[in-house]
């Protein structure tokens, strides 16, 4: 498994990422990495018009990024628009013929969580920075990663966006072999950076401390459950775990339930993930896992038991804005800000200072959030304890107790143990 091959590096790296994993930045310096076999691409598909994104805001790390404006809602206090974080680069337009490309995870453009993000991300800044040409290619296996890049790289892009753990070594590559090309790495860690790549990172195990809370204020079953993606897939084991720590700061006593699946795009799985942990007395289902963990949420949602999505908003993608059943019992989402890292790394590289390394984004750079709660009936007392939580982590007077590196508990053999 890739977590297994990266895990002593990650050992190797622990101090390093200790001090990236509290949002500060970290040097950076060039690497090379082995390309997977080669399988035949699919044909990029030119993109759709830009869809609206949810609030949201900035967070720089190894890139600089603008200030950005704050939102009104008291109860989405860290978020900002793409079209307002538009406003802050002063009417900055990309050269002629510049070109951005994005390769998802597994998965499609409008999975409501992941890969949808990052595709905002690059449709706002198409729109925002008037880029001529632009393209996306859908990942259907792991076997496609490196193919699927080289595809997108025979339109001589200006910038890559690749979406996804699994995909950092075929990205590391071909930033090796494409000097010319920036990449924009989500959720990929490396020692080393190739100096045209950035690997955008997040404190996800903070995202899983406040739908924790969340999960636990609202209970009265005093049982609650996550759904969650691959757990050789570090983000999703520092969502999960967060949310285990979350919950138990709030209520010790609470049960939480968490599963784990080899695939991100069953929502069937999910759903049934979710029924089991509703026959065992969940009340609150957190899904952690892509389109999976969706399908969780979906379906405990629509039998009137809470559901909390992640990554985006999920009010807007997987219950259409309101519309779908169960809207009004998706009490928030756990989102990490993957459309603002995208739009922000594009603006640096239209701005030519784009620099390889960490991006990392946290919940004091607003980075890690949770989304308002729009039709949900949340209680002032539960609200106020979530802020709490958020704030609490974004000033540092609350620890989480998980390793921002793989995601394990402190003190029980992570890689940030000394």
Known sequence: MLK??????AL?????????????????TTTSAAAAPTTEAPTPTEAPPTTAAPATTAAPATTAAPATTMAEDPTAASLVTLEQQCETYGGLQAPAGFT??????????????FNQFAFEGLMGAVECFGIDNTSFIETVSEADYEANIATSLTSDPDVIVTVGFLITTDTAAAATDNPDVDFIGIDQFLL?????MVGVLFNEHEGGFIAGVLAAALTESNVVGVVAGREDVPPVVKFVNGYIRGAESFNPDVRVLSIYNESFTDPAKGASDANQFIGEGADVIFGAGGPTGSG???AAAEQGFWGIGVDQDEYFTTFAGGT????????SSAMKRVDLAVFDNIAASIQDTFAGGFYILTA??????YAPFHD???PADVAAAVEAARAGLADGSIDTGVCGIDGLFLGEGSACDG
């Open 4 to 9: 297994r091959r990266l895990s002593l590096l």
């Open 296 to 298: 969780g949420v979906k």
């Open 192 to 196: 080393e950076y190739p100096a045209n």
């Open 324 to 331: 779908a059943p169960g809207s009004e019992f998706l009490a």
């Open 100 to 113: 951005a490309n994005l390769v998802t995870d597994i998965g499609k453009v409008d999975d409501g969580t």
């Open 364 to 369: 004091a750079n607003n980075g890690i959030t």
């Open 12 to 28: 190797l790296a622990a101090f390093t990422l200790v001090v990236a994993a509290c949002g500060d930045s970290a040097d950076t």
């Open 376 to 378: 949900a009936d949340i």
